[in-house]
């Protein structure tokens, strides 16, 4: 409750404080499809296994200008492309074949070195560039197989020309490495860092590109939780005990760096490490960091976080819920304690698996039933994927992550109405009756403004 909410009663902001639902689905598919040369092509590689509708699952997405990016790891046989997008400005159908990026060759697993594995998440920075995290291991719900140490691949988005692939050394992975999570700060496009998670041996890589070198960062705050490790999600149970996964960056502050924001999936801790202490590798390789991690705070019984995504603009963080079927929130200006849901549907909203905020200002959250897909079953007669999109601040009115209006607003606001009433009163000071009515008017008139501002 703020302190506008307090100067005019609880019962009269009762109402204010209930969140909206703002977000609408965009795009929507029953299975996954591919835009082939032909439908002879298609069919031909359905025939041949190599395309499996019901083995393809949407896990992450990315918005550069027109074109929407959705990774597709090879979990099963039948994947015919890891990564593929779409054409914003194609409205055609609500569930539109996807288009493999950059091309069919580059996702071929029949040569010795393949350019693409199984990505799961990519990242298109201001400079134009798109960075794909993959982790190369396919077949990990069927017969895993692992072509190589994960890799950074960074493509141009002006002519998607492979600009540079860097392939993790191995002494920065482990034997039960997983990258699955992937953020850039990318204020200096020549000085630009990535940061990849790795939930399956809890740790941190972070590469430079200036340097085009890589360093592992190690950490107790990577670890999972033994005591969340439970998940339920509409009736289906497991236990996981995932590392570190979710990452979001703030913007550059004023020395230059970012705040990295993160957590393991199994947990319900947030944390935070200023990248100054991740950049600089002779510290971050050392063991002199430990008091540089902070603990943020704890998020709540069954409010495990997936990916999560910081809005530079708002300040908000964004966090996926798989166990609450929701989409929550934080204003990082504010404490910790001060969170909310800005999205929750546990039929239509089941498994969120990535957020995202593009430079338009929109909010994308992919959907994908993930529990299903690898406990049970998704029925290709059901709607079984689902991109949400709203503009942010859409989004966040009426939470508490809601931008809030600073005192001068507010003064100068009140200013107004108080002199509106002042003249309205002066008009009818020639009978009571209406004299009061007019009080009640202005009483009215502020009431309404401050649940305006709030």
């Not at 999600?233 to 979710?246: K, R, V």
Request: glycine share 6%; proline share 5%.
């Amino acid at each position: 409750m703020n302190a506008a909410c307090i100067a005019v009663g609880v019962l009269l902001c009762a109402g204010v404080a209930v969140a909206k639902d703002n977000l609408r689905v965009a795009y929507e598919w029953r299975e996954m499809d591919f835009q082939y040369d032909s439908p002879d092509q298609r069919w031909s590689a359905i025939e041949r296994g190599a395309f499996k509708p019901a083995n393809v699952i949407p896990f992450g997405l990315e918005v550069y200008r027109q074109r929407l990016f959705v990774t597709l790891p090879r979990w099963r046989n039948g994947v015919p492309a890891s990564l593929a997008y779409l054409d914003l400005n194609d409205t055609s159908s609500k569930m539109p074949a996807l288009r493999p990026f950059p091309s069919w060759v580059s996702h071929s697993l029949s040569d010795a070195d393949p350019e693409l594995v199984s990505p799961f998440r990519v990242k298109a920075d201001r400079c134009g560039r798109l960075w794909v995290l993959d982790s190369r291991i396919a077949g990990v719900l069927e017969q895993t197989k692992l072509y190589g140490p994960a890799q950074l691949l960074i493509y141009d988005l002006h002519n998607d020309d492979l600009l540079r692939r860097h392939i993790l050394p191995m002494s920065q992975t482990k034997q039960n490495s997983f990258f699955a999570n992937l953020a850039i700060e990318d204020a200096d496009c020549d000085n630009t860092y990535a940061y990849a998670a790795d939930l399956g041996s809890p740790g941190l890589v972070v590469y430079s590109w200036r340097d085009q070198e890589s360093w592992r960062v190690q950490h107790h705050f990577f670890h999972p939780d033994p005591l969340a490790g439970n998940f339920s999600i509409n009736d289906i149970e497991f236990q996981w005990d995932d590392g570190l996964y979710g990452l979001a960056l703030s913007k550059p502050q004023s020395d230059g760096y970012s705040t990295l924001y993160f957590h393991p999936l199994s947990s319900t801790m947030e944390f935070s490490v200023k990248t100054s202490v991740l950049r600089n590798k002779t510290l971050a390789t050392s063991g002199a960091i430990y008091r540089d991690f902070k603990i943020l705070g704890n998020r709540g019984v069954d409010a495990q976080a997936g990916a999560q995504f910081l809005d530079a603009e708002t300040g908000v963080l964004f966090y996926t819920l798989p166990n609450q079927n929701s989409l929550g929130c934080w204003q990082t200006s504010k404490g910790y304690n001060v969170q909310d849901r800005v999205y929750s549907n546990n039929n239509s909203f089941v498994f969120p698996s990535d957020v995202k905020v593009d430079d338009e200002r929109r909010l994308w959250v992919l959907v994908n039933q993930m529990q299903n897909f690898i406990y049970d079953e998704l029925y290709p007669g059901s709607i079984n994927f689902r991109i949400y999109m709203a503009n942010v601040n859409d989004a966040l009115e009426h939470t508490a992550c809601e931008a809030t209006k600073s005192l001068p607003d507010l003064v100068g606001k009140l200013g107004e109405v108080l002199r509106t009433n002042i003249k309205l009163k002066t008009a009818t000071d020639e009978g009571s009756k209406s004299a009061a009515a007019a009080l009640t008017l202005s009483l009215g008139a502020l009431l309404l403004t401050l649940s305006s501002l709030l």
